[in-house]
């Protein structure tokens, strides 16, 4: 299986390399004589060695190039786009009190629908692929539709609940075709408590089964600490033991409304918690990046589900629409319109408006509601 990517990348050329933080952007020429090695089935220049050499410890130069590389052609289409996630399926063998997803019904494409799915996303540029649920790895063509996605050379993110990730058959396909990075969220550190948050018996033997297998196999896994009022008290607890499995973790409790505006899953907030997330300072949603469901219909990102685009029905052209629809999202209306203190907000426009439909007390997200309590 290849070890690295080269591709363009919007008005670049870079090559990646799964599990890796470090890039290499290469001139457009360096780019075109690698893409002409690829053509004739020559093998990786030296200078392309070195570089590979220095950025990830690897030895590439001498080696036939498609056993080691993957060359992607530039987009052949009107529309092109270098980043997307897609919900795979929205069903969950989890019920967490805290989803965004408001309901979470097992349905979406059939495989051969997937498949084209990820092909036309191939064909318009997509190299940062994040596949996402519900619960992705319960999804029956998961490891069909990752292994299209990986094959294409796509640096792919997988979301999970981890309670797959013992499964030999998945740990066998990530170890031939490794993902750039595997984000687990972790809900407790003991049964009691997972399971409460999951409303699932179960939820936390299944899961740290799952980190622990993950662990086992040196897979890229960082684990997202998702904190509520559930586990606030067992927090020192979850970092020790994702420590004592020698894996990284971030820790997150921005808890949100639905995405359809319902305000239930604040329940679960933390208050001291709340405004910790930084100043928003723009997003590129709908123009450099976009999010598909399951039934593939796109929109410009995963809270801002405004004017989808069918994109089997359209095909990649729908999509340039979706521009201009996600800058009407962007603008500050409703109780947004005139705000003074804009600069500093820290939620963007379509997860404001989600707060607002939820009626959420504006010290949930919003500085006019932070000041008022202080």
């Known amino acids: ?129 994040e596949i996402t649920g519900g619960e992705p790895l319960i999804d029956q063509d998961f490891v069909p539709a990752y292994k299209r996605a990986h094959t294409a050379g796509m640096m792919v993110e997988i979301l999970t609940n981890g309670s797959r990730l013992y499964r030999d058959d998945l740990l066998e396909t990530f170890a031939v075709h490794r993902p750039h990075k595997i984000t687990i969220s972790m809900y407790g550190a003991s049964p009691e408590t997972a399971d409460a948050l999951t409303q699932t018996r179960g939820a936390f033997k299944s899961a740290y089964r799952g980190m622990v297998a993950a662990a086992g196999a040196s897979l890229p896994v960082e684990v997202t600490l998702i904190i509520t009022k559930h586990n606030v008290e067992e927090l020192g607890e979850m970092r020790a033991m994702v420590r004592d499995l020698g894996l990284s973790f971030k820790e997150y409790g921005s808890i949100s409304p639905t995405y359809t505006g319902k305000g239930s899953t604040l329940a679960t907030q933390v208050p001291s918690m709340v405004g910790k997330s930084d100043i928003f300072q723009g997003c590129p949603a709908g123009h450099t990046s976009f999010h598909v469901d399951p039934h593939g219909f796109a929109t410009m990102c995963k809270v801002g589900r405004d004017s989808p685009i069918n994109l089997i029905s359209e095909g990649p052209e729908g999509l340039l629409r979706l521009p201009g629809i996600a800058d009407v999202q962007m603008l500050r209306t409703g109780g947004c ?38």
């Open 1 to 129: 299986m290849y070890q690295a990517i080269v591709s363009p990348q919007e008005s670049k050329f870079v090559a990646v390399r799964a599990g890796q933080q470090a890039a290499i952007q290469l001139p457009s020429a360096y780019y075109g004589e690698l893409a002409e090695v690829a053509d004739s089935d020559g093998v990786v220049p030296d200078w392309f060695g070195v570089a590979a050499r220095q950025a990830w410890g690897i030895e590439l130069a001498g080696r036939p190039i498609h056993d080691v590389l993957v060359v992607r052609a530039p987009s052949v289409l009107s529309v092109t786009y270098s980043r997307a996630s897609w919900e795979i399926n929205k069903g969950c063998n989890f019920s967490c009190e805290h989803c965004y997803l408001e309901q979470r019904p097992f349905a979406g494409l059939p495989l051969t629908d997937k498949l084209r799915l990820l092909d036309m996303l191939r064909d318009m540029g997509v190299i940062w692929f």
């Open 337 to 374: 319109s005139g705000c003074k203190i804009s600069s500093t907000c820290r939620v963007c426009r379509p997860m404001a408006r989600v707060y607002q439909e939820a009626k959420a007390p504006l010290s949930h997200y919003c500085q006019h509601g932070m000041k008022e309590e202080t």
